[in-house]
């Protein structure tokens, strides 16, 4: 696949800069690293900040950049995803489906099954997260049931044209870090919705077994999210989940590739974190080799964050292109696509610029 570098470029300083454009369907606040307006960019799914004062703004779909004196037409074209229908149902007990699951990009319905997160004391939580920002809103509830899971998914399939779903959870007190109450949605999701492509995303779990119980229950895919992989940067931004030691990923990570195979199992890392690109890279290449696909992402701190309220920066956008590009080349070289995780964050695409690097 030929690559427009110039074109990528554009994407990174689009998703760090992001555009001044309207927008039906955003997410605010909740768990992970991004606070954004949804669109597809050349048809692909893109989480972009939305920005009044962003050189970007959009015209008949095409995205233009302000320059001194006229609009330059970047060559991309951008159009808002669409308010689901699904959005306007209501579960029997009377609770809004779009508090239980949200479309994001396009065809990807996500949802945090436990909103709560052990780690979210000020002192322990990770500074890019809002996990239970959302529930301090209104906007969501504390804890869904696999049976609301399944009825939210059967109609975003039905109604939506949704392809595939992201069950993601706080970290839970039991060892298995929420892994068996995914389990259980997992197959309440499947039994309403036989082949809807899910991944399901946990910190490492104390027993590794209970991935290949995700797996047979009918999980395609599962992220394993370390954020970071220089120790100090995990310290200083992930006080709690950076004492995870990097070995209980390391097992997890293999177990999960032996389980789901080569590049069904993910993790993100962060761009904008203050770690040093070059070593980011070596450290993708060497997940890359194990099977796990990185998924590179620029950190932009969103309202609702430590990092927001301390007035952090993400990585300058140069920065997050020339990562992108770097790893986009690895997973090339490799085999590996984002698409053919089958379902999760990196199957989407829509928070990182890799799938507009071909990757
Ligand atoms: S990449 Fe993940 S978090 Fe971002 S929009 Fe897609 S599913 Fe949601």
Same mark, same amino acid.
């Given at each position: 696949?030929?690559?427009?570098?110039?074109?990528?470029?554009?994407?990174?300083?689009?998703?760090?800069?992001?555009?001044?454009?309207?927008?039906?369907?955003?997410r605010s606040k909740g768990?992970?690293?991004?606070?954004?307006?949804?669109?597809?960019?050349?048809?692909?799914?893109?989480?972009?900040?939305?920005?009044?004062?962003?050189?970007?703004?959009?015209?008949?779909?095409?995205?233009?950049?302000?320059?001194?004196?006229?609009?330059?037409?970047?060559?991309?074209?951008?159009?808002?995803?669409?308010?689901p229908?699904f959005y306007d149902l209501t579960t029997?007990d009377g609770i809004p489906y779009r508090k239980i699951a949200l479309l994001?990009?396009?065809?990807?319905l996500a949802t945090t099954v436990?909103q709560?997160?052990?780690?979210?004391?000020?002192?322990?939580?990770?500074?890019?997260?809002?996990?239970?920002?959302s529930l301090r809103t209104g906007a969501t509830i504390a804890a869904k049931t696999?049976?609301q899971l399944?009825e939210v998914?059967?109609a975003a399939?039905?109604?939506?044209?949704?392809?595939?779903?992201?069950?993601?959870?706080?970290?839970?007190?039991?060892?298995?870090?929420?892994?068996?109450?995914?389990?259980?949605?997992?197959?309440?999701?499947?039994?309403?919705?036989?082949?809807?492509?899910?991944?399901? !995303?946990?910190?490492?779990? &104390?027993?590794? /077994?209970?991935?290949?119980? =995700?797996? $047979? +229950? #009918? *999980?395609?895919?599962?992220?394993?999210?370390?954020?970071?992989?220089?120790?100090?940067?995990?310290?200083?931004?992930?006080?709690?989940?950076?004492?995870?030691?990097?070995?209980?990923?390391?097992?997890?990570?293999?177990?999960?590739?032996?389980?789901?195979?080569?590049?069904?199992?993910?993790?993100?890392?962060?761009?904008?974190?203050?770690?040093?690109?070059?070593?980011?890279?070596?450290?993708?290449?060497?997940?890359?080799?194990?099977?796990?696909?990185?998924?590179?992402?620029?950190?932009?701190?969103?309202?609702?964050?430590?990092?927001?309220?301390?007035?952090?920066?993400?990585?300058?956008?140069?920065?997050?292109?020339?990562?992108?590009?770097?790893?986009?080349?690895?997973?090339?070289?490799?085999?590996?696509?984002?698409?053919? !995780?089958?379902?999760?964050? &990196?199957?989407? /695409?829509?928070?990182?610029? =890799?799938? $507009? +690097? #071909? *990757?």
């Amino acid at each position: 696949m030929r690559v427009d570098s110039d074109l990528t470029a554009t994407r990174a300083r689009l998703a760090v800069l992001g555009v001044d454009a309207e927008v039906p369907l955003s997410r605010s606040k909740g768990a992970g690293p991004s606070d954004d307006g949804h669109f597809t960019i050349d048809g692909r799914n893109a989480a972009v900040p939305r920005n009044p004062a962003s050189p970007f703004v959009v015209r008949d779909g095409r995205v233009l950049e302000r320059g001194t004196d006229r609009l330059h037409d970047t060559g991309l074209r951008l159009e808002p995803v669409r308010r689901p229908r699904f959005y306007d149902l209501t579960t029997a007990d009377g609770i809004p489906y779009r508090k239980i699951a949200l479309l994001h990009g396009k065809d990807v319905l996500a949802t945090t099954v436990v909103q709560t997160c052990i780690r979210y004391a000020a002192e322990e939580r990770c500074r890019f997260c809002a996990i239970e920002e959302s529930l301090r809103t209104g906007a969501t509830i504390a804890a869904k049931t696999p049976a609301q899971l399944a009825e939210v998914a059967a109609a975003a399939v039905r109604l939506d044209g949704v392809r595939q779903m992201v069950l993601t959870t706080g970290t839970t007190a039991g060892p298995d870090r929420g892994a068996r109450n995914l389990l259980r949605c997992v197959r309440a999701v499947l039994e309403a919705v036989p082949d809807l492509p899910i991944q399901v !995303q946990i910190e490492p779990p &104390a027993e590794l /077994g209970v991935l290949a119980e =995700l797996r $047979a +229950a #009918g *999980a395609t895919s599962i992220g394993i999210h370390v954020e970071s992989l220089d120790e100090e940067v995990r310290r200083r931004w992930m006080p709690g989940k950076g004492s995870v030691p990097m070995a209980d990923y390391e097992a997890a990570w293999d177990e999960a590739v032996r389980v789901f195979g080569r590049n069904r199992v993910s993790t993100y890392l962060l761009i904008g974190m203050g770690e040093d690109p070059a070593e980011l890279i070596a450290g993708a290449e060497r997940l890359i080799r194990r099977g796990v696909y990185p998924f590179v992402v620029p950190m932009r701190p969103m309202v609702g964050t430590l990092a927001h309220a301390d007035g952090a920066r993400g990585a300058p956008a140069e920065v997050v292109h020339r990562v992108t590009t770097a790893v986009a080349r690895l997973l090339l070289q490799a085999g590996m696509t984002g698409a053919e !995780q089958g379902a999760g964050c &990196a199957a989407c /695409g829509a928070c990182s610029v =890799l799938s $507009a +690097a #071909g *990757a």
